[in-house]
């Protein structure tokens, strides 16, 4: 049986040689690309990111890779910021006042999180529950612990898979059709994180 052809899409930002790492630890070997042929035969893609909402849609934009996503039929995993660009908008307009129109392919907004006196960002290990019906989390415990960094959230959906709590409720896992994205960065997020993206890449 040949491997499944697994492709980064190539969003300009920084932790794309961890993400591929992490897929290569699991015996697949990913390629990083923004050619849209080369986008558009591969069975499953990833979409990472991480800055700003507004960088990163710029980049995708400037790169014509922003039609290319919204259309993709195989399966989709964004990471961290690259789920929030699943979105319909976001609110990190960096000084602006007009929200960063995002991809639109899962319902909901990006929202700076209102977390009372906790610090922003929040970063480090919370923990993700679900309901266990998805198959993203096959062995999966509801109530793991996953690594976060992130000032700003999507808002729970009715596409909302799984959610975490950090001064409030919002979305750690989202999927709408064939697009899901992870809040947290499950190339670092230890066993439970390969045991994710392994499942995306067994889905």
């Not at 007009?98 to 009372?116: A, H, S, T």
């Not at 439970?192 to 392994?198: E, F, N, P, S, T």
Request: aromatic content about 6%; overall charge negative.
């Amino acid at each position: 049986m040949a491997q499944q052809k697994v492709v980064i899409i190539d969003t300009g930002c920084a932790n794309l040689s961890s993400v591929r790492m992490a897929i290569a630890r699991l015996g697949v070997d990913a390629e990083v690309s923004r050619d849209a042929a080369t986008i558009e035969a591969a069975d499953k893609l990833i979409l990472p990111g991480v800055g700003t909402a507004k960088a990163a849609m710029a980049n995708l934009n400037e790169r014509g890779l922003t039609e290319l996503v919204r259309a993709a039929k195989q399966p989709l995993l964004g990471f961290c910021l690259g789920m929030q660009m699943l979105a319909q908008a976001s609110e990190e307009h960096m000084g602006g006042s007009e929200d960063i129109p995002c991809l639109g392919v899962v319902p909901g907004k990006v929202k700076l999180m209102q977390v009372g006196d906790l610090r922003l960002p929040h970063m480090g290990w919370n923990q993700v529950e679900h309901d266990g019906s998805h198959p993203l989390f096959a062995g999966i415990p509801s109530g793991s612990y996953f690594y976060f960094v992130h000032s700003y959230a999507l808002e729970v959906t009715d596409a909302t898979l799984a959610r975490c709590d950090y001064g409030g409720p919002f979305t750690a896992v989202v999927g709408r059709d064939n697009f899901f994205g992870a809040q947290f960065h499950p190339e670092r997020s230890g066993k439970v994180g390969a045991r994710l993206i392994q499942n995306f890449l067994d889905m």
